[in-house]
């Protein structure tokens, strides 16, 4: 398990934290960089359907929980916004429509392509 895919781990358990994303960068990397790689990886794991849309979107919740604390003093990260309303879009269904296969899929796909 790569670097990457252990923070995920953990952001899906519920147990990672601010403190613990930022423990998990070297000094030289840039903390948004590393937000949106994370949510990069998120998108991919669900599309390749190594993540469930349940896990994927725990674990994209919980990383948006922990960049507002950055995001108050600039910007929220692009790409991991986009990945985050993208997972957002597909919570919720009130027109018996599959909002994942409808709005989530197709947008995370687009996300990738574009990154």
């Not at 995920?8 to 030289?28: E, G, M, W």
């Not at 922990?66 to 910007?75: E, G, H, P, Q």
Request: aromatic share 12%.
């Amino acid at each position: 398990m790569d670097h990457i895919d252990y923070v995920i781990k953990q952001l899906v358990a519920d147990k990672a934290d601010h403190a613990f994303v930022r423990s998990n960068t070297t000094p030289d990397t840039d903390l948004f960089e590393f937000y949106n790689a994370l949510a990069l990886r998120i998108a991919s794991l669900f599309l390749e359907e190594s993540l469930s849309f349940a896990d994927a979107d725990t674990a994209i919740n919980n990383l948006n929980i922990i960049w507002l604390d950055d995001a108050v003093k600039c910007d929220f990260p692009e790409p991991a916004y986009s990945v985050y309303l993208a997972f957002d879009a597909g919570e919720y269904s009130v027109d018996n429509k599959d909002h994942i296969e409808l709005y989530t899929r197709p947008e995370l796909r687009r996300l990738l392509n574009d990154a």
